[in-house]
């Protein structure tokens, strides 16, 4: 008796560590797909750079990468970068991002952002497009930059990376994804 529930329960952690969500693991970019082949290189960079992003890409369901988002900024700001969105290793869309912002703020930087999802669920509000409002605080000076959030917050972690530029600020903001489904 105790034999067959020792097998049973080695055969129900093999189905769960199989069936375990990572987002990137065998993804490859389209050749010739130029904003895939930029996506893929940054998350290599963003590895090779970040250490507290090895654990995101372990156990996301899925990921967004912008290989580069424009941020300028001089009271009032903005930003816009065009990404992909990975599931299941599988790139199923692109999507951009928009951010107008105010506050205290004075400079420009590129950076490169990728979006953690927990679960489908939590995709699905990137999909849908909803309007998120955040605070953000930070200094950015060559390529030399911090932030993102420490743990999944509603199903979505954030960690960028400067690519380049000089700027501080102090500022909030709203962010509009528009979602793509590449044609089936």
Do not use: C
Not at 110 to 121: G, I, R
Not at 128 to 133: A, E, H, M, N, T
Not at 167 to 183: L, R, T
Request: glycine fraction near 12%; charge should be neutral.
């Amino acid at each position: 008796m105790n034999r067959i529930k020792k097998l049973s329960m080695a055969v129900a952690a093999l189905l769960v560590l199989s069936s375990s969500p990572i987002a990137t693991a065998d993804w490859e970019a389209a050749s010739g797909n130029r904003l895939e082949e930029r996506a893929a290189r940054a998350i290599e960079r963003m590895r090779a750079k970040v250490e507290r992003s090895h654990p995101y890409f372990e156990d996301a369901y899925a990921i967004a990468v912008w290989p580069g988002i424009t941020r300028v900024g001089f009271g009032f700001g903005g930003a816009w970068g065009r990404g992909v969105v990975i599931e299941q290793d599988e790139a199923v869309g692109t999507v951009s991002y928009w951010q107008g912002s105010s506050g205290i703020q004075a400079g420009a930087k590129n950076f490169t952002m990728v979006l953690f999802f927990k679960n489908e669920e939590a995709l699905e509000g990137l999909k849908r497009g909803d309007i998120q409002f955040t605070g953000q605080a930070g200094i950015d000076v060559a390529n030399v930059g911090a932030a993102g959030t420490p743990a999944y917050n509603e199903g979505v972690a954030i960690i960028p990376l400067t690519n380049l530029g000089l700027m501080a600020e102090f500022s909030a903001a709203g962010v509009k994804f528009n979602y793509k489904p590449y044609d089936q």
